[in-house]
């Protein structure tokens, strides 16, 4: 019986073949989706016209080839291949798309033979037997393609439709340009939108925290008052109270010693690989995600596993990797010093090795190829600097799962002051120090104190001489410290994958936000940065050094999708698709009613855009320099607006412009108002900086949206 075996890269292709070699069949990889749904006008010639209308053919979208790089002639060998094989075995990713991939384009084809499945998280030859020896029927895995399949229609008609929507009723007479709506773009801006409102809008408070030196009899270390933060102390003179009576103070300590253990951080997938990179070297998300596809599929290097991932666990056969692995690393100089005779292996969810939480995703954590350890000296010769710092993180990482936990002893010291006068009358305030002693290193050995997601350490934190419960002390050179609250930070590209994985926390229906950190947020690894940089294309979003900040065009279109159609803008649309989906593979939908459902909601949505006609946005104006908080930075690099190539959205990309709306370059425009107004909320507290200041306030603040940004940047600055 002639056999075809259909993987998803070429990668996943050349481990099957070194793991079963042609027991099974011929192995043929794709690369990622083959095919692409048809463009509008392939379905209805009248739809080549861009307008308000709904996208929406009478049945699906048709498949066609897809025409870019080497997919026609691996689309052309599969084909080939599934004419003269009497079966098929998709070993596909096994998740939802991976599904699409494989079966799509044994559809597209019109293949009637019997399919069978191969499931499998890793890429390790005995993973790969495993699951060749327990093949599956293809048909269970039917409603998980018909999942998939609406999921993918249902993002072709909601995010043409409204983009062609947005950018024909919301533009500018006369301006070019694509304003890109879709189901993942568009709460990507919000996020970006709403962290740029909550800084604009922050008004600092002062406050003020207590210190003074403790005096025992072993020593001296210092103790503070510190309120937690819906306690502060706003008033100077109730701080300055509190520092005269602390002074001179005497009194006993309470001391409590409490022996600590905290285990290694969790290993990497994509997102956090690239949040990592970005706060220590400032690599934005496609720099990371360049470098480690380098160290994993580059020629001669192949030093890690799939980059793509989107767990942070391994499966519990790879525990038989371990000495393998740890004796290989700790035979390079950087790793030599450490004893990792005795390798700790944590399983279940709270520890690193877990089945379970690899069920229904693709690919586990990003860690060092187990299989190319005996050669592993020249691979790394071969590295440039950049490749061999991530590679060092990525081997770090994994080493640390194996070392024992973090031990110390912590000491907690409180004394109580009291202040004549103070409310409730008699109620002493609490002075309080934190001392950590180290008692066993265990994996923090690895990373040299800087590890990736420590926790914080705790404030105040410090060296403590010997010292008892109940001890006496003496408080003096009491102190009163002036502080400030500081706004949010922006997001750098690292953070605001982090926050599109995490966007549950931008929903408040516990139902929804649960399903959405099921769905790990909106997007998902591979798409996230391509959603950014299509958001920066379009000029919704700009650099400034290595922040990411929403240009005028960004916000004013935030703004008229919050208060017109906020479904939009709403990461809890994701969610709730997610939940219609699912309902598909439990059985409980028909995959065609989901589609028309969602395309009710696109129809409604288009009448809701279609309210706001003559709604002027310009593209073409540059973002300015933001203000500054409280780092440095440089001042923001424009976005640009531009044509794009494919029109089958994926994850929230949108369509081509028509050809008539051609990009525009605003380097090369001369500088003008962008023609926005402000926001209400900007021009309220622009004019509230004005009475408060007694500055004059520019008549254009009142109309033009650059000019009220600048002068919120010059009058509302945050002391550092």
């Known amino acids: 019986m002639a056999t075809v075996i259909i993987t998803e890269k070429s990668s996943q292709a050349k481990d099957l073949r070194a793991a079963l070699g042609d027991r099974f069949g011929r192995i043929l990889p794709a690369e990622g989706h083959l095919l692409r749904l048809a463009e509008p006008d392939e379905v209805n010639p009248a739809w080549k016209r861009w307008s308000s209308a709904l996208l929406k053919p009478d049945g699906l979208y048709p498949t066609r080839p897809d025409p870019n790089g080497n997919k026609p002639a691996k689309f052309q060998a599969i084909a080939s291949a599934l004419k003269a094989c009497d079966r098929v075995i998709l070993a596909t990713d096994c998740d939802r798309e991976g599904q699409l991939i494989g079966q799509e384009i044994l559809e597209h084809v019109g293949f009637r033979g019997p399919v069978l499945r191969a499931i499998f998280t890793a890429q390790d030859p005995k993973t790969i037997r495993d699951a060749f020896d327990r093949l599956k029927p293809n048909a269970e895995l039917r409603p998980v393609y018909e999942a998939a399949v609406a999921r993918q229609q249902a993002d072709q008609i909601f995010n043409l439709s409204l983009t062609r929507t947005a950018t024909t009723t919301l533009l500018a007479p006369g301006v070019k340009g694509v304003i890109g709506i879709g189901r993942v773009k568009t709460p990507t801006l919000a996020i970006v939108c709403l962290r740029e409102l909550e800084i604009l809008n922050f008004k600092p408070e002062d406050y003020f925290e207590v210190t003074a030196t403790a005096t025992v009899g072993a020593g001296t270390f210092l103790m503070r008052h510190?309120?937690?933060?819906?306690?502060?102390?706003?008033?100077?003179?109730?701080?300055?109270?509190?520092?005269?009576?602390?002074?001179?103070?005497?009194?006993?300590?309470?001391?409590t010693v409490e022996e600590k253990r905290q285990g290694p951080p969790r290993l990497f997938d994509l997102p956090a690989l690239q949040k990592t990179c970005g706060q220590r070297w400032g690599w934005n998300a496609d720099k990371t995600l360049a470098v480690a596809q380098e160290l994993y599929d580059g020629d001669g290097k192949k030093l890690i596993t799939y980059p793509r991932a989107e767990a942070r666990y391994l499966s519990e056969n790879q525990i038989a990797d371990v000495p393998a692995v740890v004796g290989a690393l700790t035979a390079l100089r950087g790793f030599a010093h450490l004893d990792i005779s005795r390798p700790v292996i944590r399983k279940g969810k709270s520890g690193h090795f877990h089945d379970k939480s690899l069920e229904g995703v693709s690919h586990h954590a990003i860690v060092p190829n187990v299989?190319?350890?005996?050669?592993?000296?020249?691979?790394?010769?071969?590295?440039?600097?950049?490749?061999?710092?991530?590679?060092a993180l990525i081997c770090r990482s994994y080493l640390a799962i194996v070392m024992p936990d973090y031990e110390y002893r912590q000491t907690t010291i409180t004394m109580p002051v009291p202040v004549p006068g103070s409310m409730p009358p008699g109620k002493p305030v609490e002075f309080r120090t934190i001392g950590r002693v180290p008692i066993r290193l265990g994996w923090k050995q690895v990373f040299g104190g800087t590890e990736p997601g420590a926790p914080a350490e705790p404030e105040n934190e410090q060296t403590l001489p010997p010292v008892n419960d109940g001890d006496p002390a003496t408080l003096s050179d009491a102190k009163v410290e002036a502080k400030r609250t500081q706004p949010p930070p922006r997001y750098n590209e690292g953070t605001l994958i982090d926050a599109m994985q995490n966007a549950w926390r931008f929903v408040e229906d516990p139902a929804l936000r649960d399903r959405l950190k099921e769905a790990k947020g909106i997007g998902t690894p591979a798409t996230r940065a391509e959603v950014i940089k299509g958001l920066k294309r379009q000029n919704m979003l700009a650099t400034d050094g290595k922040l990411v900040v929403p240009t005028p065009a960004g916000l004013h279109l935030f703004e008229l999708l919050r208060t017109s159609?906020?479904?939009?803008?709403?990461?809890?649309?994701?969610?709730?698709?997610?939940?219609?989906?699912?309902?598909?593979?439990?059985?409980?939908?028909?995959?065609?009613?989901?589609?028309?459902?969602i395309a009710t909601e696109a129809e409604r949505l288009i009448g809701a855009l279609r309210s706001r006609r003559g709604t002027a946005l310009d593209l073409g104006a540059p973002a300015p320099p933001v203000a500054k908080t409280p780092s440095k930075r440089r001042a923001?690099?424009?976005g640009t607006a531009r044509k794009r190539k494919s029109a089958a959205p994926a994850d929230g990309e949108a369509s081509a412009a028509p050809k008539r709306r051609r990009a525009t370059t605003p380097r090369k425009a001369a500088p003008k108002p962008s023609g926005n107004p402000p926001t209400e909320k900007m021009l309220a507290f622009a004019n509230s900086l004005a009475t408060r200041k007694g500055v004059p306030l520019p008549p254009e603040v009142s109309t033009d949206f650059d000019a009220c940004r600048k002068f919120l940047d010059a009058h509302a600055k945050v002391s550092p």
């Open 226 to 255: 510190a309120p937690p933060p819906k306690d502060r102390i706003k008033d100077r003179a109730r701080a300055e109270a509190i520092a005269a009576a602390a002074e001179g103070c005497r009194g006993p300590l309470a001391v």
């Open 371 to 391: 299989n190319v350890l005996n050669d592993l000296e020249p691979r790394l010769a071969r590295l440039s600097d950049d490749e061999k710092r991530l590679f």
């Open 565 to 597: 159609a906020p479904v939009l803008v709403d990461p809890g649309t994701t969610a709730v698709w997610e939940m219609r989906l699912d309902e598909i593979v439990t059985g409980r939908a028909e995959f065609r009613h989901v589609i028309d459902g």
């Open 636 to 638: 923001a690099a424009p």
